[in-house]
């Protein structure tokens, strides 16, 4: 009898090779050690190494903050220490990153930069829940680190055929440890976060604002009062033995009153204008930008009017906005763009000035987006060296309730 020729073409899967006296074999397994098998394994090998440092870390950092935390140094070292266990996390997303091919996004950065004094930054680090979950993670770990380390050296002696799918079980609980503990904070914390540190540059830029006027008053309208209240007292005394002199005194004095008063009404105007309060923000904000030196075009295209507070913001960011392109823009125009967008108040300022605009660049920018900042506001700085310059902020809308 003639054997059967070999199949050709065929597309079952089966190798021609495997048939033998006319029947066919199974097709041949795919090969169970791949890649993504070995850094699995690699990963549960380092996972005691990995899980003794980060136990040792946290339960140095649990014990020694409750230690300390009646002396000086304590809180600060815990605050300290949170912030390195975060490290650590950032380092542990990055290995299952690597090895398992978990993508967790980094959480956000704690805003200890955007003001505030050192004890509402102290408070904020402590508050950290990144850190915190972090420590905890650092804790489970290590009887956890030794059932893998365990469990996989004997495997690669003893059940190496189903090694493979004891690799993928047990990373599948890493998988699921790391996104459950070194995942990002919601939005809700981050929010919290974001907005506690607000709050403190929110107090600190008032407290700014009270000292200056504070000083305003004092070098300028009150030192020119008592000046005033002198030479009225000497033209009272004069004024029946030497009529002339005492007018002329009157009428220096009239001169200094009127001069009182119109510092009264700039600093009346930085606290507040009237015709931001009175007429809104289209005629407040043709106003100052007649007080520019480059010539301004404003537009405001707006249907009612926001809450007084986001609109005493927009004015004064566009006020000292306009006083920056006065002073360093070197600009031949400018303008001035003001509408809505949906929930959103939007401010945009031009100018065809030489650019290179920064944050940090020391002209009062860096305060302005930590203003718009603490009300959940944006401020985004588009200023290349040459120019334009392109400043937007924006604003959380809304409504006013007279």
């Given at each position: ?65 409750s ?25 542990e ?10 993508r967790?996004e ?62 993928r ?88 009153v ?89 401010v ?35 200023s290349p ?18």
């Amino acid at each position: 009898m003639t054997a059967p020729s070999p199949a050709v073409g065929r597309t079952d899967g089966t190798d021609p090779r495997d048939r033998r006296d006319g029947l066919d074999r199974p097709p041949r397994p795919r090969p169970a050690y791949e890649a993504q098998t070995w850094k699995e394994i690699a990963y549960l090998l380092l996972n005691l190494p990995v899980a003794v440092f980060g136990f040792a870390y946290a339960i140095t950092v649990l014990v020694a903050g409750s230690a300390l935390t009646v002396t000086v140094i304590g809180l600060p070292l815990l605050a300290l220490s949170l912030l390195g266990a975060r490290q650590l996390g950032k380092l542990e997303r990055a290995r299952a990153r690597r090895l398992l091919g978990v993508r967790v996004e980094e959480p956000t950065p704690l805003p200890l930069s955007r003001g505030g004094g050192p004890v509402q930054r102290l408070w904020l680090a402590l508050k950290d829940p990144v850190g915190w979950r972090t420590l905890l993670y650092d804790a489970i770990r290590l009887p956890w680190g030794i059932v893998t380390f365990c469990t996989v050296l004997v495997s690669l002696f003893v059940l190496w055929p189903v090694l493979p799918y004891l690799a993928r079980f047990l990373t599948d609980i890493d998988r699921v440890m790391v996104r459950g503990l070194l995942s990002p904070s919601d939005e809700l914390e981050r929010r919290i976060a974001e907005l506690e540190s607000g709050r403190g540059t929110v107090v600190d830029t008032a407290a700014a604002d009270l000292r200056r006027i504070e000083r305003d008053l004092h070098d300028g309208a009150q030192a020119r009062l008592v000046n005033l209240a002198m030479g009225l007292g000497l033209a009272k005394e004069k004024l029946l033995e030497d009529p002339d002199t005492a007018a002329s005194m009157v009428a220096e004095a009239h001169g200094e009153v009127k001069l009182a008063l119109q510092e009264l009404r700039d600093l009346a105007r930085g606290i507040h204008p009237a015709v931001l309060t009175d007429r809104g923000l289209d005629a407040a904000l043709s106003s100052v930008a007649t007080r520019c030196t480059v010539p301004v075009k404003v537009t405001v295209d707006l249907v009612g009017r926001p809450a007084a507070a986001i609109e005493g913001i927009a004015y004064f960011t566009v006020s000292e906005l306009l006083q920056n392109i006065s002073k360093h823009s070197r600009a031949r125009t400018a303008s001035v763009d003001v509408w809505r967008a949906d929930d959103r108040l939007l401010v945009q300022v031009r100018d065809d000035g030489a650019g290179g605009a920064r944050l940090d660049a020391g002209s009062g920018m860096r305060g302005l987006a930590d203003r718009l900042g603490a009300v959940d506001g944006l401020f985004v700085v588009d200023s290349p060296p040459g120019g334009p310059t392109v400043i937007t902020a924006e604003l959380p809308w809304r409504d006013r309730h007279e």
